[in-house]
Each structure stands twice: as C-alpha cells, then as structure tokens.
C-alpha cells in the first residue's frame, strides 16, 4: 500500500530554532506539494515541485521557509528562524499526471513554535 | 484565477439522515473538480473527482456529487450518513491541464445519533 510519509510527526520547539520537515513521496509521483493548515488560514499551499524542479513557492514566507527536493524520494522543508506563528500542521501531498491529478496526502507534521 | 466557496462552515445531521454539502467555484476556464475528506488527525484523502463524462460522480463511502456547469457548482451528498463520515470536507479546484489545486474553507460535518 504506497503511502506518504512525514517526518516528524509532531515537532515543538522554541522560537528563533531552525525546523526541518521531512517527506518521502509515493515512489513514481512526479510533482510533490507543500501545504500549510491551521485554524485561521485553512489549507494554503506553500510550495510545489516537478520532476525535482520548484514550480510554485508563491505561497511561502521567503525570508524564513526554503524547500527543496535533492533527489526523487525526498522533499524538505525548511523554516529558520521559526516564529509562534509558524504553528499549525504542514501536510506534503504526491502526484502525477497518471494518477488524474489525484493528490495523495501525508499525515503531516504538527508543528509548535513556543 | 480560480476559487472555491463552501456555503456551510458546520454542518450537524442525525445519523441515517440524507446530507448535502455545498460547494460553488469561480474559474474563467474549464476546470476540474475534487471532494476529499480529512479525518481527525490525519491527511486529506480523496473522496471522489469530476474531471469529464457524466456529471454524475460517485466515489467512495458512499458519496456521491453532481457537476452543475450553469450554477458553477459541485455540491457533495450522500443519502444515509454514519457516525464514521464525522469529519472535514473540503471542495478543491483546478484548471484542465494544471495540478495545483484551490481548496475550500471546508465543511465540518457532525454526526449525532
């Protein structure tokens, strides 16, 4: 059963320290999203990915988030320095044009910056 | 640009009741139409999608949404709910030929028994 994964699960930490989350997306998954969700926003995308490449970061702070793919099975995402409103669940999700635009999620990363 | 509206920020039934969640996008091109579902604690998972064909779209657990074109809307339902469907739901967009999706607010749906 190919799956997402995330890691960590859940991550609390102080502010001003650097976070990293992790992804592995579904092996054969050619575009790999980054998402951000908490009570205010809802679900925003921060970030998507390519055959590698980063086609879309509109989303994201660039002051303090970078993400990046150094190879086929891995994404990062990166925040430094963290701040308290950084907290909320940052979900990856996987796909392809194969899979009919289907984007298949991870469990997320539950992230508090205090 | 696209968006997506979803009417019902809550929705509370009793169980067995008929529901009926609404969801209206905007997009000046043609687009493609999603409704996935996120229980507590976990990740977003694809209950079913309009991408052509019949405007009738059944998917899993029951569900089951129709493609209103004129009324731009993609209204999801489901005749007999279970204490199981509790969750969020959310209504997601995009445009023929692209993978990036607009999500909805989402609709968190209540079941009482």
């Known amino acids: 059963d190919a799956r997402v994964t995330q890691t960590p699960r859940h991550k609390v930490t102080e502010m001003g320290q650097e976070v990293t989350m992790r992804c592995q997306p579904i092996?054969?998954?050619?575009?790999v999203f980054w998402y951000r969700q908490t009570m205010m926003q809802g679900l925003e995308l921060l970030a998507y990915?390519?055959?590698?490449?980063?086609?879309?970061d509109s989303g994201m702070p660039k002051d303090r988030f970078s993400a990046e793919m150094p190879d086929a099975t891995l994404a990062t995402l990166k925040i430094q320095p963290s701040e308290p409103r950084d907290s909320a669940v940052y979900f990856c999700a996987s796909g392809s044009i194969g899979t009919a635009y289907e984007q298949y999620f991870g469990p997320g990363t539950r992230l508090t910056v205090t | 640009a696209q968006s997506v509206t979803q009417l019902d920020s809550q929705v509370p039934v009793f169980e067995e009741a008929p529901v009926e969640l609404r969801c209206n996008y905007s997009s000046s091109v043609s687009v493609y139409l999603f409704w996935y579902v996120q229980y507590p604690n976990q990740g977003l998972q694809l209950l079913l999608k309009?991408?052509?064909?019949?405007?009738l779209v059944k998917g899993i657990n029951g569900f089951e949404a129709e493609f209103n074109k004129s009324q731009t809307s993609f209204h999801l339902r489901k005749p007999s709910v279970h204490i199981s469907d509790t969750a969020e739901y959310f209504c997601a967009v995009t445009i023929q030929g692209a993978q990036k999706l607009v999500f909805g607010q989402g609709t968190r749906l209540t079941i009482n028994p």
């Open positions: 990915f390519r055959n590698r490449a980063p086609l879309d």
């Open positions: 309009y991408l052509s064909g019949s405007t």
């Open positions: 092996l054969g998954h050619n575009t």
